[in-house]
């Protein structure tokens, strides 16, 4: 069976305890107001014994004998019994010393027999009684003593009181008590239900609302403006759930401040607890270890090296660094435990990728060591010559001048890459600037390929420049432009062999561009390194380039490129090898405006 | 669990108690129980006669016997009942009731209905041996019965004008008026410190007020004590005044020893006081007090010892038509009863109005 709610439980307890009460009461009532009747008749009654002792001694005053008295009382007794029976207003008798009923009437036939008192009576001396229920009759029967001035006993009185008027006042009692106690038990129930009803309002809506905190639902209120305990309560729900939604705001705000602090990290993270559950980390795990939404360090199948920092720190160890290599980055892990007073001893594990550092450490070796190749070659030829010819005191002009046109030569091939180096640097300063003027690309091609006439004949090289006809004009620095144009026909030279051809062409595109285009018919660029050749110090044939004299950084073409990006223009590469290199230059025009159209 | 089978289980026994024919746990059936009387004390009876007929009204100035009205075959008559032989010996008579008789240092008063008027009375002064009789009042004079004989044969008595009249025997009198609304019915006056006190309804109302009437400066004085005033008497001996009063379902009896003061002192409470009288030496007070639990209309003489505060029952319930007698420092009283005959079923009651003498001792102190 299913057990009783709250609100049923108030009302059969407030029911129980009225039945009780209300039971308890009328009969506690009833019984008093019984005994009560009983003792207001008995005093009556004891009160017309009195009367009647008071009387007889009247009567038996002159007798001086108690025999004598009796005997009077024995022969008297009509006369006597007719003056004593208004005394009661009940059956009397009257009784001689050995019981004998002398006298009797109201209304009975026959005396009434009341032994057992009269015995009783006869014994104690004092009045007795009794209450005897007999034939559907409830009556009090009482014996008086009748004494004499010496208080001997010289008869008895004899009384038969009905009960009915008292019973029948108690029953009606007892109706009217059940009766309004039922009456009030009902009125009790409607207002029980009622006040029970509205005491368990507010609790309802407590429980409902405590159901919507439970599923996440802060905002609840409970509407209960009584001023009383439920009200007290009430309040303080309401500001307890205030308070847990606003600590619960705060901690959403600051976990997304967390979360957005950690994804602004450069670095990734993880936060583990002792079991190796994530407390916290951001999307670079998803980034290096291409896992999503782990739980714990456990979840890592194929990065044992987290396991491991985990179990390093986890026995103590304070501090721990190692370099991994995972899915082609090369990260740098580093572990320490998070320890705060009070708080259990968590870890953090921060990943951070060196790929970048380690490959430019590796490029910034190939530089230095490719420029510090570059710059021994020319100082040592340079010295080489100089030493000769201070040491030989060479006197031959023809060898003399040839020695000296190799030392100015390899003192310019110097000068051109400090240059180089010097340009290289000055990109990467963040106050790298280009003066923007209008420059008419046509002149300025045909100005470099002039100047780069000469070099192409002394390696028997043939360049040619054809351009289109009306050009708009370009938005750019003239002397960077130059450069860049300059740089690519000298790659274009260093990759061509003696008898090649290198043709400088200059179109419209798309009526937005000038391309310009430097083909040469050289060894070309082998597909996989083609993406490279505009990196920093990088250069696709690293002994060829040194081999020819050539030599360099391998900035040239990075210029280019920094130098075309500066003028937000594009440059693009068509290679094959051994068919030669196709370097394309797109720079955006100038429009003209209409008026000067017009004009 | 447990609170729940205690619970219905005291449930199941009250409705049971409850529906048993609500048979007492108090007093239980069949069962003879012996009462320890709770009522109060008694006197033992010593000796009662009743042998003279007539309606006991006075003690002479002398105290050798009582004065007594009664019937004869010629009319009313005012007797002496002698207190030493109990013999009664006729004094006056009249043709028309005498309503009531006080005694005088010579004589003493009476007052009679005026013939074929009987709501006017006339007061009329006797010497004891009837030598001197005076009429004091005029016919119209008396509507009240209200008067009281004091002193040197003198009266005070409220006339038909609302006047108090102070009169001598010879019919002298010095008038006082009183309020148009007072209708004296009992009077009572100390000529030594000329203070009284009169009862009196106002407007004929039922309700009974108790006034202390003052002569001073030759001014009447009436202050009002008590309402619902049921009796009141007073001792000259000890100039000495108490009072019945209905007090809710009870009466308070006051006694007031000092008269010209209002010092009231509440002495006793009872359940149906009536009259009272006080014994000749004021030491005592004797009142009847209605039988409720008796049939027909009867009354109980009780004594009350002022010195002691004690009270007790004297007499069985009988049927009183006089004031209480009892002469100073002696347990006897003299009383009178209406004894119904057999015509008591007929239309007209007669009424045999005996001399009660009753010698009684007090109950001893527990």
Request: charged share 20%.
């Amino acid at each position: 069976m299913r057990p009783l709610n709250y609100h049923h439980k108030i009302i059969l307890n407030n029911l129980l305890i009225y039945t009780i009460t209300i039971a308890g009461a009328v009969f506690f009532a009833v019984q008093f107001t019984w005994f009560n009747s009983i003792r207001a008749i008995q005093n009556d009654l004891l009160q017309s014994g009195l009367d009647t002792n008071l009387y007889i001694q009247q009567q038996t005053a002159s007798l001086k004998t108690n025999d004598e008295k009796a005997a009077y009382l024995n022969a008297n007794a009509s006369e006597l019994y007719t003056s004593i029976v208004p005394f009661s207003r009940c059956h009397t008798e009257l009784l001689a010393l050995d019981g004998t009923v002398l006298a009797f009437n109201g209304g009975f036939e026959e005396p009434m027999h009341l032994t057992a008192e009269y015995e009783k009576c006869r014994d104690t001396g004092e009045p007795n009684f009794s209450v005897r229920n007999d034939n559907g009759l409830t009556e009090l029967w009482m014996v008086t003593p009748i004494l004499s001035k010496d208080n001997t006993v010289i008869g008895y009185t004899g009384y038969i009181f009905s009960l009915a008027t008292a019973l029948g006042i108690e029953h009606y009692l007892f109706s009217v008590l059940v009766i309004t106690g039922v009456i009030g038990l009902g009125v009790l129930w409607i207002c029980v239900s009622k006040f029970s009803n509205g005491f368990l309002r507010p609790i309802k809506d407590l429980t409902r609302i405590s159901a919507e905190v439970n599923k996440g639902n802060y905002n609840m209120v409970i509407q209960y403006k009584k001023d009383d305990e439920i009200g007290d309560l009430t309040a303080v729900y309401n500001t307890m759930t205030q308070n847990i939604n606003n600590v619960i705001m705060q901690l959403k705000s600051e976990r997304q401040r967390l979360g957005s602090v950690l994804a602004s990290l450069d670095d990734g993270l993880i936060a583990l607890d002792r079991d190796g559950n994530i407390i916290a980390s951001n999307s670079y795990l998803k980034t290096y270890f291409n896992v999503s939404n782990p739980k714990s360090v456990y979840d890592f199948r194929y990065q044992s090296f987290l396991r491991d920092i985990f179990d390093s720190l986890k026995q103590g160890q304070d501090f721990i660094s190692e370099e991994v290599d995972c899915n082609g980055l090369q990260l740098l892990l580093t572990g320490s435990p998070i320890r705060e007073p009070n708080v259990e001893e968590n870890y953090m594990i921060i990943i951070r990728n060196v790929t970048a550092t380690k490959t430019f450490e590796r490029e910034q070796q190939k530089f230095i060591s490719s420029v510090s190749h570059e710059l021994r070659t020319p100082l040592t030829t340079i010295i080489g010559y100089t030493d000769m010819l201070k040491r030989r005191n060479v006197q031959d002009p023809q060898l003399l001048g040839s020695s000296l046109d190799t030392i100015n030569h390899e003192g310019h091939r110097l000068v051109r890459l400090v240059d180089d180096l010097l340009s290289a640097n000055s990109t990467q300063a963040t106050e790298f600037t280009v003066r923007l003027t209008n420059v008419d690309l046509d002149a300025l091609l045909r100005g470099v390929v002039d100047q780069m006439r000469i070099k192409c004949w002394q390696k028997e090289i043939e360049i040619s420049y054809k351009a289109e006809r009306n050009l708009k004009d370009v938005l750019g620095d003239y002397d960077r432009l130059s450069q860049i144009f300059i740089n690519i026909i000298h790659n274009a030279m260093k990759y061509s062999e003696p008898g090649g051809i290198i043709d400088v062409v200059l179109t419209e595109e798309n009526n937005q561009y000038l391309s310009v285009s430097i083909r040469d018919f050289g060894v070309g660029i082998d597909p996989a390194k083609k993406d490279f050749i505009f990196s920093a110090f990088y250069r696709v044939d690293e002994d060829r380039s040194r081999s020819n004299g050539e030599g360099g950084a391998g900035l040239g073409l990075y210029l280019v490129k920094q130098v075309v990006e500066k003028h937000n223009g594009k440059i693009r590469v068509d290679s094959e090898v051994g068919e030669g290199t196709n370097i394309t230059v797109l720079l955006p025009v100038v429009d003209e405006p209409e008026d000067a159209h017009e004009a | 669990m447990k609170l729940k089978i205690i619970t219905i289980s005291s449930v199941l026994m009250i409705l049971v108690l409850v529906l048993s024919g609500c048979s007492s746990i108090f007093i239980p059936n069949d069962t003879v129980l012996t009462v320890k009387p709770a009522v109060g004390k008694t006197a033992v009876i010593d000796s009662f006669t009743a042998a003279q007929p007539g309606n006991v009204r006075c003690f002479s100035n002398k105290d050798q016997y009582i004065l007594t009205t009664g019937r004869s075959q010629t009319g009313y008559t005012v007797d002496q009942y002698q207190l030493s032989t109990g013999t009664l010996v006729n004094i006056t008579s009249s043709e028309t009731p005498i309503e009531s008789v006080q005694s005088t240092e010579d004589g003493f008063y009476y007052l009679r209905q005026n013939s074929g008027d009987a709501t006017h009375l006339q007061l009329i002064w006797s010497t004891n041996d009837k030598t001197l009789e005076k009429t004091v009042t005029d016919a119209t004079e008396m509507t009240s019965r209200a008067f009281y004989a004091f002193g040197k044969n003198k009266a005070v008595y409220a006339d038909s004008t609302n006047q108090l009249v102070f009169t001598d025997a010879a019919g002298n009198k010095t008038k006082y008026g009183l309020s148009d609304v007072l209708n004296v019915t009992d009077i009572v006056w100390s000529e030594d410190n000329q203070v009284g006190f009169m009862t009196a309804s106002v407007d004929n109302s039922d309700n009974i007020g108790l006034y202390q009437i003052l002569l001073k400066d030759g001014r009447l004085l009436i202050n009002q004590i008590d309402s619902e005033v049921i009796s009141m008497a007073f001792c000259p001996e000890k100039n000495i005044f108490a009072y019945i009063c209905q007090k809710g379902e009870k009466a308070d009896l006051y006694l007031l020893t000092d008269i010209r003061s209002l010092n009231l002192q509440k002495k006793l409470e009872q359940s149906n006081m009536e009259r009272m009288t006080f014994d000749q030496g004021g030491d005592r007070i004797f009142y009847s007090l209605s039988a409720d639990n008796v049939s027909g209309i009867r009354s109980t003489v009780w004594e009350y010892n002022l010195e002691t505060g004690a009270y007790f029952q004297i007499t069985a319930p009988i049927k009183l038509t006089s004031d209480i007698l009892v002469p100073a420092k002696k347990n006897t009283l003299f009383y009178s009863t209406s004894e119904i005959t057999s015509m008591e079923n007929s239309k007209t009651l007669q009424n045999i109005k005996m001399i009660n003498k009753l010698d009684y001792t007090s109950p001893k102190n527990e």
